[in-house]
């Protein structure tokens, strides 16, 4: 038997679909709702949120490194200025495959192995993607015709302007201008962030380092539209940086070529000073280098070159050598007896070549002194003993004023002070006391090392810089004007912003400057006398001479000599040999120039610092005597 039909059940099947109808519209309706929802947040409540979202995608603010200002000498001539260069960069983003770009670039233009490994170092620092960074910091005009040929195969590899620091004058003014380096991560520290983030270098050493903040100038901003890879596509808005200030100093370039060309290839350094002003007219450092290397970028042979020299080019020895001073300390010395009414100028002592201290075995000999002959310079007097240079005199002056009241005298003149202005002075001299020796050294002062203090010699230490300011207080009669290189600028020089200050030398009296000049000025023109009476000078400069200097030099021991012995510089190796130092100023009756001049390891001041001096300082003040009759 078949099994009933059944029939289609409309009513059930409308039922369902009504329901599903239904279901169907309420998700509609709920999707629907979501969207506009979503529309609604998107577009009114977070709008402004998203178009500033947008805007920091699409628009970068990029910081613009101002140019640095220039630093001029006296007469106008450019010192440090800046100079557009031309620089590979890369932008890692927009390259696929980075060693073998590097390779390319090899074959190119010749990228070294240095250049790779700093540009990877400068890579790691870098602040946002699509941040181009320099592989060559200069290229030559033919190394950018080389990219400019090859630009369609060098996707990511761009040739961009900068400005770069360039000193013209390279070497000769190294070490008292100074250069700008690279910024390291130890200058972050120290750094205004903001002000320096477009910046690459900072000043270090000498006036770019001292003038930082003000040759600097203000960091600049640009508002710029990119695109998905990070390319400027627009530039919206730009606020110029604000260029730094230029400064003028008191150096005299040609001056300093001067003092350059007499030093020649010998170590030592020359420091001339205006008097008048205490402006430093020339302050060199010989051997110096190149600064623009610092700037531009030097291969690691080269740098181990300078760093690893027996000679230290890198060390500045105006300003930071420290030498004993020799013979140029006496005429504090005799200042100091004759402020301290311990002697007079009519005082004398019978030298016999030799000084002892009452009950004790120790000598000290004078200069003159030879073995088996006690040689000496019979009666002396403080004017005789100035221009003889004779040790005897000063040991015994010294002996009688006693540490405490020479030490004083000494610091009055700035021995083992910071007196400049706007200079450096990472070391200071010493001028040693018991205080000071107990301690560094643990020991008591005994009355020998105040004997060897009374010759510039024992522990007593000055920079060429300190000796340089003491011969202008001599020519100014005890009247202080603290060195100081800035002439003219935005920038103002404030004396108490920096060093010690100093108060004129007032207890020595007028007449008695004026006798220490006198004796000062026997040392180059008193000769054709017999040589018992002629200036330590006289025979190496003092002849021919169309104005009045007033000098001392100096010699100072680098190696101890044996009771007993004598000083054999032949059996002494270059760098044992004796240094050779000269003070002068002129003319002597109104100083335009004082200076002083060190030869490392020269031998006799005299001999060698003089001749130096003397071709210095005509250089500065023969061309103003055939001009003014001065």
Not at 205 to 216: D, I, M, N, W
Not at 250 to 268: F, P, T
Not at 556 to 568: F, S, W
Request: hydrophobic share 40%; charged share 25%; aromatic share 6%.
């Amino acid at each position: 038997m078949s099994e009933p039909m059944h029939l289609k059940d409309s009513e059930s099947e409308r039922r369902s679909f009504a329901g599903r109808s239904v279901a169907v519209l309420v998700l509609v309706l709920v999707c629907t709702s979501i969207l506009v929802g979503r529309l609604i947040q998107l577009q009114i409540v977070s709008h402004q949120d998203y178009v500033t979202r947008s805007d920091e995608n699409r628009i970068q603010v990029q910081a613009l490194a101002p140019p640095r200002g220039l630093i001029l000498d006296r007469r106008g001539v450019v010192l440090a200025e800046n100079r557009a260069v031309f620089t590979l960069s890369l932008i890692k983003e927009r390259i696929v495959d980075m060693p073998a770009m590097l390779d390319e670039l090899k074959n190119l233009v010749g990228v070294s192995d240095e250049e790779i490994e700093q540009f990877h170092k400068r890579m790691s620092r870098r602040k946002r993607p699509y941040e181009a960074v320099a592989l060559r910091l200069v290229l030559s005009e033919e190394q950018i015709s080389i990219l400019s040929v090859n630009r369609h195969r060098l996707s990511g590899v761009e040739v961009q302007a900068q400005l770069l620091r360039y000193y013209p004058h390279g070497e000769l003014l190294s070490h008292v201008v100074g250069s700008v380096r690279r910024i390291t991560e130890e200058d972050l520290g120290t750094l205004d962030v903001v002000n320096y983030s477009a910046s690459q270098f900072v000043g270090k050493r000498g006036v770019e380092q001292f003038y930082e903040t003000s040759l600097h100038g203000t960091v600049g901003y640009q508002n710029v539209e990119v695109d998905a890879r990070g390319q400027i596509r627009k530039v919206l808005e730009i606020n110029p940086p604000l260029t730094g200030e230029s400064i003028t100093l008191h150096l005299d370039v040609e001056l300093q070529s001067a003092a350059v060309k007499a030093l020649g290839d010998r170590r030592g350094a020359v420091v001339a000073i205006d008097p008048k002003t205490g402006g430093i007219l020339a302050m060199v450092s010989t051997p110096g280098y190149d600064p623009n290397l610092f700037v531009t970028g030097m291969t690691a042979e080269k740098y181990r070159e300078l760093t690893s020299s027996r000679d230290i080019p890198l060390f500045n020895r105006a300003v930071d050598g420290q030498y004993a001073p020799g013979s140029t300390f006496k005429p504090v010395v005799g200042l100091a007896g004759i402020g301290k009414e311990i002697t007079t100028w009519e005082e004398t002592i019978q030298d016999n070549g030799a000084f002892r201290i009452e009950g004790q075995p120790r000598v000290w000999r004078d200069w003159s002194w030879k073995k088996n002959n006690s040689g000496g310079q019979g009666q002396v007097d403080l004017h005789r003993a100035i221009y003889r240079s004779s040790n005897v005199y000063f040991y015994n002056l010294a002996h009688k004023l006693g540490i405490e009241a020479l030490a004083d005298m000494a610091k009055r003149f700035g021995i083992g002070q910071a007196t400049a202005i706007d200079v450096l002075q990472r070391n200071i001299g010493l001028m040693p006391d018991p205080v000071w020796k107990y301690g560094a050294k643990g020991e008591i002062w005994y009355p020998g090392d105040t004997v060897n203090v009374g010759i510039g010699q024992g522990d007593v230490l000055v920079t060429p810089l300190q000796l340089a300011s003491m011969a202008a207080v001599i020519a100014n009669r005890g009247h202080w004007m603290r060195p100081r290189m800035l002439l003219s600028s935005a920038v103002d020089l404030v004396e108490s912003d920096a060093g010690v200050p100093m108060q004129d030398i007032t207890e020595v009296k007028p007449q008695d400057w004026e006798n220490m000049i006198d004796a000062m000025e026997d040392v180059v023109h008193r000769g054709n006398k017999g040589f018992r009476q002629n200036g330590t000078a006289w025979a190496y400069i003092g002849r021919n001479i169309g104005y009045r200097m007033a000098g001392k030099s100096g010699t100072a021991q680098v190696v101890g000599i044996l009771q007993g012995e004598e000083y054999d510089e032949e059996l002494l190796t270059e760098y044992q040999r004796k240094h050779a130092w000269f003070m002068a100023f002129a003319p002597a009756d109104n100083p335009r120039i004082a200076l002083v001049v060190l030869v490392e390891n020269g031998g006799g001041g005299s001999s060698v610092a003089a001749p130096v001096a003397r071709e210095v300082i005509d250089a500065y003040l023969l061309p103003k005597i055939a001009g003014t009759g001065l």
